[in-house]
């Protein structure tokens, strides 16, 4: 009673990629197996603490971020490196970057990545609407003329990571090929991106792949919906 739903759906979401990826239980068990949680809201701790819970001995482990992760490493025997990654909306995609990085450095034999949030209190929207950061709307009409902000949403996530030709691996995932974590730095405001700087992550990704531009088949953007960001995501 006193976990935080979200660390509930990183467990069977988590069990779910590895089972997707053909493997079980019985055989994770001490396996050098990361897990790169991504995970940045946590209303879960001020509902415990306004509760009868709070004196329960496992308030404190179920609402805390770094254990999120550190379940599942404890329920599946997982003993490689375990590690929880707060970055707002991107958190899951440094998770991914993180789970990358740790293969190429043989620190891990797989890397199970897991994103989830959940909106559990009003508070948070209701303060980013008071900013003017949601839509009024509630859609998020991105790279849109009508965009006047975003819509907030709940999701959990989750994939296997494992160097190519690993046991099991009959060749028909994907591969990723390279990946770039870095912050916009000074910009107009905390919040507002920087042209500049996203310009220079994306080189350095496909750098990372060994790719030029021209040999993209496809672009997917985290889009803001709003009339300060859109351009200038674009533009980059």
Known sequence: KA?????????EVGYEALHGARLERSSLEGTITGVFAGIAANDWQ???????????VYAATGASLSIAS???SFVLGLQGPCCAYDTACSAALAANHAALRSL??????SGLVVGVSLMLQ????????TAGMTSATGHSHTFDKSADGYARGEACCSTLLRVRNAVGDDGSHFALLGSCVRCDGKSA??????GRAQEALLRAALADAALTADELALAAAHGTGTALGDPIETGS
Do not use: H, W, Y
């Open 3 to 11: 976990m935080d739903p979200q660390q509930r759906l990183m467990l």
């Open 46 to 56: 001020d509902i415990v603490k306004n509760s009868k819970m709070a004196r329960s």
């Open 70 to 72: 550190g379940r599942l």
């Open 104 to 109: 190429q450095l043989d620190e891990c034999v």
């Open 122 to 129: 009003p508070s948070i929207g209701i303060t980013f609407a």
């Open 189 to 194: 405001s905390l919040t507002a991106p920087n």
